[in-house]
């Protein structure tokens, strides 16, 4: 017997007798004899509870967690504090054991955070219309910009060098499946190169992507940007940006932006080696019956209570099938509900004081890091949690260095930007201490 | 079933009324019998030249979308933008909603098209 | 409890804190130190201010109006609504997998890298394939990452002609527009009499403008493609590509293998077959299988294994790239290798035994009620076309809601496409003999109302929060977002 299988032997023989067959085996007489697998596969007998978790506790035990270390990495993911609460709640099960919400009458709890969900991300990003998610930041840019293209009825997408290298990189895998070209946009200074930005805006560009704060932490002036994408008929912007930066940056809707996406992991959501995270998407109106992925809207019932159901289902793939806006299927469920408890939680003062708390540590951060005169800023400029820093050591020494005292350190900028193969970008959040940035400073002093 | 005498019809259920060079175009009265609750529309833009067969619209219901034929090659002349805040006009009164008014480029294909009768005994057989 | 009907933002007063911080313990600056004025937002944002109390009892009555699979039986067909082990959600949670960061050093990550590896191997064993990949982040992507394989596996041929992939009339809607999106043509072919792709159809249809067939076996129908080592040799004959969309695979552990039948890409989706949760509609993650032939344009990047070291490996020669951040679903691919170290290859080839026989009972049960078109074996599922006799006066929503009312999900509606009123009912193995009787048992006595009195049919749900809410309300005049 199996845990999670319950039947018994005679369990067995009274359907079997039911639908008239002998043994277990007939039901599988269609599978033709040159087709059935007559081997066992080759992987483990069934394992008691007890014996799976001491394996994986094994295994997890080989990791070095943040909870062990302190983390002053970031670079597109973040540890910031995750309030108790979010885990109790994720964890009933009303809510992770159901799936998509098809039957609004025994689905509005999930149909009302999700609908709660998209006014918090609408309320964050100051524009009038939010999904119920994607994937996450890097397919967000990516489904946000064959979106654009759509509507503009155009195929050429610039982006900047300043977006996180894998958004750029998800970016052309999705575009080159439909010939769309996407050109970059240089970068000076740590920011967008307006003039060549401005060099490169023809009459067939769909759209611009920007993002603020960028890859290393410095913020953009979105305003700019958006003024000058939109002196050319029908171009659209789309910024992705961090939503804790939101609790004291403009609002990009504000600026003029068209489009706004982004990664919603620190909104709650631990590190978890990559995912699940949540992509968001807010826009104007005018993408509405455009947008990618599933959308809640408000109605009435019956008997005319307030009630939500998924709507402008048509422009999805089980109705529209090839014409669908995208092909995704699921949103990110549970994420969402993440996000929301995340938003909630935090309030309207809390969010401020997070970004607020993040900002000034990373600013002490790195005015304690220059104080040696060994490490230098890369970029003067504003930046909000992240900045880079130079030194002449080698990068792979100060990783490993820092390692051995229990510092995660920052992201080595040379991986994905060669001219800055001496910098690491570091990140610092409300979690990280005024102790745990002074040992980061006297270690990489010492070095 | 409704049909109005005098206009022109597609296998795909448009109807098209000509007024010398111009033509209106629409969809029938089975058309948005077989939708259901028309929510909404998505029209081409103005000076859009379209071949026939092209599809040049749109209609969705809560359960179906349905896309919509050139039944004959124009040039967008007016998109009636009043079916963006009420689709439902295209079921109450197919016959009045036009989606766009055409320039033909070229008459002869409207013989191609079935009179109000055949398109009533088309429809009769695909009832 | 039940008649709770607030939003959280109608909860909100001014003052109200949820959350506290500790003291800021680095000098105090103002922000205008940091910031040019006009960067800075001085609005405050209108998020809501409430208390920790309030927020837990808001969401806990938001889940009591909720139905998961913990509540009761949801025969979602094509779903696979299975049982979601608790021990799955500890080790998902244990802090050496919840808590690491995806760019720390390969050294630090040892642990999280040989899970992902041991699962791609275990993965490629249930599949029949070569090698896996884990990143994409649902079955859809998976789709998605599958079919830019094959694109790239023909433009690196120089077969750019090939421009048209192959869909059943019975498909998944996401077959159709994954291929769309991957910059494709589709072609449908039309299934037989008796719910099969019909072969002589198909064998007209391919080309050289054939890149490839997308098929799901067992297919939407819960039929198994008898004919697939035939459609198989069609499609490679004229150069495609044989795709297997993995959501009905819970009918086929150790029981039949896609690269066996001859499938060179294969998706699983991991939240339907290996039991992690749907979550209210995601997270979920389709891993994607490839044969050798294909692994060159795998995205990047797989995990590798080198003496006992494990390692990111970015070295795909003609990769179609990233097509996600990171490496996938972390988190949900835990939960995916706790079931299968659980079940083992005993428990797998068992779940997929007792989840057809728990579909094939249901029917033998039903079937003098209900109208089934294609009397057969099934396997994991099967599809009724509304009531036996009825003359369409009770709908399949009608029976949907009625069983609401009996503390059921109702299984999908509507789909295929091509079969009439459609109802698809996929038990899974989880279920007991007793409650695959109640579930007969509700169905049989909506059959009986339906022949007594239409009107309780017509009217159900009544037992609901809400009932048949407007659907066309909210499309025409959408509302997406809370005004106060």
Redesign the interface.
Known sequence: MFPYIPHTPEDEKIMLDSIGVNSVDDLFADIPKDVAFNKELDLPLAKSELEVTNYLNKLANKNCSTTENVCFLGAGAYDHYIPAIIDHIISRSEFYTSYTPYQPEISQGTLQYIFEYQTLISELTGLPIANASLYDGGTAVAEAALMACDVARKKKILISETVSPQSRQVLKTYAHMQDIEVVEVAMKDGITDMEDLEGKMDDDVATVIVQSPNFFGVVEDLKSSADLVHKSKKASIIASVDPISLGILKRPGDLGVDIVVGEGQSLGMSLSFGGPYLGFLATTEKYLRKLPGRIVGETTDLDGKRSFVLTLTAREQHIRRDKATSNICSNQGLNTLVATVYMVTLGKEGLREVAMQSTKKAHYALEKLEQSGKYKRVFDKPFFKEFAVSSNIDADKIIKDLRSENIIAGHHLGIDYPEFKDSILYAVTEKRTKDEIDKLSSVLEGI | MKVVKGLYYSEDHEWVKVEGDEAYIGISDFAQHQLG?I??I?LPEIDDELEKEDDFS?V??????S?VYMPVSGKVLEVNEDLLDS??LLNSDPFESWIVKIELTDKSQLDDLMSSEEYEEFTSEEA | MRKYNKLIFELSKPGRKAYKLPPLDVEDKDISEFFPEDFINENPLTLPEVNEVEVIRHYTNLSDKNFGLDTGFYPLGSCTMKYNPKINENTARLDGFANIHPRQREGCTQGALQLMYELQNSLAEVAGMDQMTLQPAAGAHGELAGIMVIKAYHEKNGDTKRDTIIVPDSAHGTNPATATMAGYKIVEVKSTENGRVDVEALRNLVGENTAGLMLTNPNTLGLFESDIKEIAKIVHDAGGQLYYDGANANAILGQARPGDMGFDVVHFNIHKTFSTPHGGGGPGSGPVGVKAHLTEFLPVPIVGKEGDRYFLDYNIENTIGKVKDFYGHFGILVRAYTYILTMGRDGLKKASEMAVLNANYMLSKLKDDYYLPIDALYKHEFVLSGLKGNSLEVTTLDIAKRLLDFGFHPPTVYFPLIINQAMMIEPTETESLETLDEFIDALLKIAKEAKEDVSILKTAPHDTLVRRPDETKAARSPVVTYKA
Not at chain 2, 60 to 65: L, M, R
Request: hydrophobic share 35%; charged share 45%.
């Open positions: 609750d929510v909404y998505e749109a969705e219901s809560v359960k179906a979308a896309d689709p439902e």
